[in-house]
């Protein structure tokens, strides 16, 4: 018996030093989740996921003295993603809006961006956003334009997509007469597609955040800490130079 209650005692010790294990390796971790589809932002080069996204997450990580552990998933996922406390935070390209802060806490403004159109190089008929009124426009699902079009422009004929790649290649076989997304992603992708441009005047001006669950406050501030850190020591200006300079002229 004496045996038998020893042994019990030690299970039930284990099995409480577990959790508290657990959490004491996940302490240095951070779980960040993203879609890696969107350059420059957050995309896989040689079966290495990279961006400016990536590169700055890693880099407020080393300032904080943690761990980041990525998760990809489609964009549409990642706020459920966040509520639902499989993840910690997600650095995607995200717009910093009121309908987002109700469910996720948001990180100091990263970046300055901003929807824009993108049409065929050929076509002169769409110079403004207003000129949408009516066509076919594609956005990614679960991103700010989804909200915007339906909010601004309820005349539009929206075609919803999963994937970044998606709305481009609708524009280019004509399935599409524009698509909306951010800025920087727009210039990059232009770049290697001649038959595609980007209308200079933009549909609206957004902010980029990183979001982070609701129950997770001393990261927001950590991660808010070590954003102000990186812009006085250097490495902010680096990645922006890096990544977006060339791409956000």
């Known amino acids: 018996m004496h045996h038998r209650r020893l042994f019990i005692g030690l299970l039930v010790a284990v099995s409480c030093a577990l ?37 700055l997450m890693e880099t407020l990580g080393k300032i904080m003295g943690k761990k980041i552990e990525w998760t990809d998933i ?5 706020i459920p993603g966040l509520i639902s406390k499989r993840f910690d935070a997600a650095a995607s390209a995200i717009y910093i809006t ?17 929807l824009v159109m993108v049409v065929k190089s050929s076509d002169a008929s769409i110079q403004k956003a207003d000129d949408m009124k009516g066509k076919k426009v594609a956005v990614q699902v ?3 334009s989804v909200n915007y079009l339906k909010d601004y422009y309820p005349q539009i004929q929206r075609v919803e997509v999963e994937k970044n790649q998606e709305m481009f ?15 920087p992603a727009a210039l990059e ?11 200079a005047k933009p549909v609206s001006v957004e902010l980029y955040g990183f979001a982070v669950r609701k129950d997770m406050p001393e990261l927001t501030l950590a991660l808010n800490a070590a954003l102000q850190k990186s812009k006085l020591d250097g490495s902010y200006d680096k990645l922006v130079k890096k990544w977006l300079d060339s791409s956000a002229r």
């Open 189 to 199: 992708y232009v770049k290697v597609r001649p038959t595609l441009k980007v209308i």
């Open 142 to 144: 679960g991103t700010k």
């Open 19 to 55: 959790p508290m294990l657990a959490n004491a390796q996940s302490a240095d971790v951070i779980r960040v989740v993203t879609d890696s589809t969107f350059p420059p932002f957050e995309f896989f080069k040689d079966g290495k996921r990279t961006g400016f996204d990536i590169e």
């Open 74 to 78: 489609d964009f549409k996922g990642l």
């Open 98 to 114: 009121d309908e987002r802060r109700k469910v996720v806490d948001l990180t100091d403004p990263y970046y300055p961006g901003g």
């Open 169 to 183: 290649n609708l524009v280019e076989i004509g399935r599409a007469d524009a698509a909306v997304t951010g800025k």
